[in-house]
C-alpha cells in the first residue's frame, strides 16, 4: 500500500509541476510582452534575466516566484524615489549599469559617455522614476487564464482518481 500512495503522490507532484511550469512559462511571455509594449528593454538585459522558480512550501501548498538578476529590476518595477544616486563602481568611477544604456541608446554626446552617464545619474536620484510593477501586471492580467489552467489540473486529477 504505501508504495502504491507514493507512486500516487509522485504523480500528483509530477502533474502540479507541469501544470506550474506551464503558468510560469505563460507569465514570462507576458512579462516580456509587457517590458517590449513600455519600451523597457534598452540593453535587453532585464528581459533575459527574468525567471521564475517552483516554490513547494510544504506537502499541499506550491509557489511560483518571479524575479530577475539585474540590480535594476527592482527599480523598473517599484520606482525609484528621489534623493539617491543609482549603484555606483568607486573601482571604475562610473556607473556601468546608465553607461551601458547610454551606448546601447546610441545617445551621442559631446561630453566623455562618464560625464554623460553622472549626469543620467544625477537626475534619477533629483526626480527619481515612475513604477512599472510588470510582475505583478502579468500575473493580474493572467489570473482568468491561471484559472482556467489549475481548473483543468483539477479535472485530470480527478478524473484519474
Known amino acids: 500500500m504505501k508504495a502504491t500512495f507514493e507512486a500516487i ?3 500528483l507532484l509530477h502533474e502540479v ?3 506550474l511550469n506551464d503558468i510560469g512559462g505563460d507569465l514570462v511571455r507576458k512579462i516580456y510582452k509587457l517590458l517590449r509594449d513600455e519600451k523597457k528593454y534598452a540593453t535587453m538585459d532585464l528581459m ?3 525567471v521564475y522558480d517552483i516554490i513547494m512550501e510544504n ?3 506550491f509557489a511560483l516566484r518571479f524575479g530577475g538578476n539585474v540590480e535594476y529590476l527592482k527599480y523598473v518595477h517599484e520606482g525609484r524615489v528621489p534623493g539617491k544616486f543609482p549603484p555606483y563602481n568607486p573601482t571604475t568611477k562610473s556607473f556601468p549599469e546608465i553607461e551601458s544604456w547610454i551606448e546601447t541608446k ?3 554626446t559631446e561630453m566623455p559617455i562618464k560625464s554623460a552617464a553622472f549626469l543620467v545619474a544625477r537626475k534619477l536620484k533629483e526626480k527619481g522614476t515612475e513604477p512599472f510593477p510588470f510582475l505583478r501586471l502579468a500575473v493580474q492580467q493572467n489570473i482568468p487564464l491561471i484559472k482556467k489552467r489549475l481548473e483543468r489540473l483539477k479535472k485530470r486529477l480527478e478524473s484519474n482518481g
Open 106 to 108: 546610441r545617445i551621442m
Open 48 to 50: 533575459n534575466s527574468i
Open 9 to 11: 503522490y509522485n504523480t
Open 17 to 19: 509541476e507541469l501544470a
Open 59 to 61: 506537502e499541499t501548498t
